[in-house]
């Protein structure tokens, strides 16, 4: 039986995300324990709210070594994603993990509403396991209002007044601005297809 592991970010609603892995048969902890984390097999790091918010929670496990060294999969949702990155724009510029040298930068949304919340066409690239089996153009649901830009590790894009990354990889770390756990049969679908790579 893998070990699952949700890392407790301080800030997300974990819940949903544990309940849609369950439904999928797998059994999974919530945790934000060192030893449960290097022990894990399927990592999963969810988030809502703010980078600093759930970066300062981080740093108070000694968690950020600790993710940026894993080897397993990890899958960021959402804000989970974007601590992926070097740095983001909210609240004048804060350090994130750095593990995609990038930055997420406020949803260049034109005249729409932020947050972009509700659901959105994600256009992925063909051959990767993370959307097998998933129809392209796919609609996935999203909440947010900062984002990555295109970019060398873009698995896939939505539009919303512009172009943003909603999917991105760089080794054993995936990351989706959408909320799977949120988006259906779906995000359902992705889920899976996350356990078993």
Known sequence: MKKIIIINTGCAN??????????????????????????????????????????????????????????????????????????????????????????????????????HIGWNIVQFKKNNLLFKNIPFNSRFYFLHSYCSLINQYTLAKTKYGSFFSSAVQKKNFFGVQFHPEKSGKVGEQLLKNFLEI
């Open 14 to 115: 974990f819940f949903s995300l544990k309940n849609a892995i369950q439904r999928l048969k797998y059994k999974v902890k919530i945790s934000s324990n060192i030893q449960d984390i290097l022990m894990a097999q399927k990592i999963f790091l969810p988030g809502v709210g703010t980078m600093r918010a759930a970066m300062n929670y981080l740093n108070l496990f000694n968690l950020i070594p600790i993710i940026k060294n894993l080897k397993v999969p990890v899958l960021g949702i959402c804000l989970g994603m974007q601590i992926f990155f070097s740095n983001s724009q909210e609240n004048g510029c804060y350090s994130a993990l750095n593990i995609i040298p990038e930055s997420i930068i406020k949803l260049k949304s034109q005249k729409l509403f932020l947050p």
